[in-house]
């Protein structure tokens, strides 16, 4: 009981002690050049100057095209290689001699790059070993325009992500 009636007479003092600081407030305090000088009522109004943001000039598509390594669909499949970039869900057949035929979607353009950042990150064509084309394959694009997948013609007519089994 002893104890009940010590901590009843903590938390009252506790709250009797937080009562009187809750009405005072602390002026906040000027800044030394913002305080009030002797005889006016407003601080000094010190003008804000923004300066202005260097703006750079607007690029050209082919300006753009030129800074992501752009190549045309021509120049790409010349060399060899499946493109890594077309528009969105492309589709396309390599035949035996590893000729291309776009079946769905198309080619980008340079005007196609303006405001697609995705080429700051990774750049649009890179020339690697694993993009080298394939006779009998046929490439598919996703919905950005990235290479997604490369499927191998099987003996059926039908296209497989696997490599057809080897006659034997």
């Not at 202005?52 to 030129?66: C, D, F, G, L």
């Not at 009998?136 to 990235?146: P, Q, R, S």
Request: glycine share 8%.
């Amino acid at each position: 009981m002893k104890k009940l009636f010590a901590i009843i007479i903590s938390a009252a003092l506790l709250l009797s002690a937080f009562s009187g600081c809750a009405g005072k407030t602390q002026e906040p305090k000027l800044p030394e050049n913002e305080q009030l000088s002797e005889g006016s009522s407003e601080p000094e109004e010190i003008p804000e100057e923004i300066p202005e943001e260097p703006t750079e000039p607007e690029k050209t598509p082919e300006e753009i095209a030129e800074a992501c390594g752009y190549m045309t669909f021509e120049e790409i499949t010349a060399a060899g290689y499946y493109p890594d970039w077309m528009q969105p869900h492309t589709y396309i057949i390599y035949d035996e001699n590893g000729n291309p035929t776009i079946t769905e979607g198309g080619e980008l353009s340079p005007e196609d790059l303006v405001g697609r950042p995705e080429f700051e990150v990774m750049p649009f064509f890179q020339f690697s070993e694993d993009m080298k084309i394939e006779p009998n394959t046929k490439a598919e694009y996703d919905l950005h325009g990235f290479i997604q997948n490369i499927y191998h013609l099987w003996p059926d007519g039908n296209y497989n992500l696997d490599y057809p089994p080897e006659e034997g």
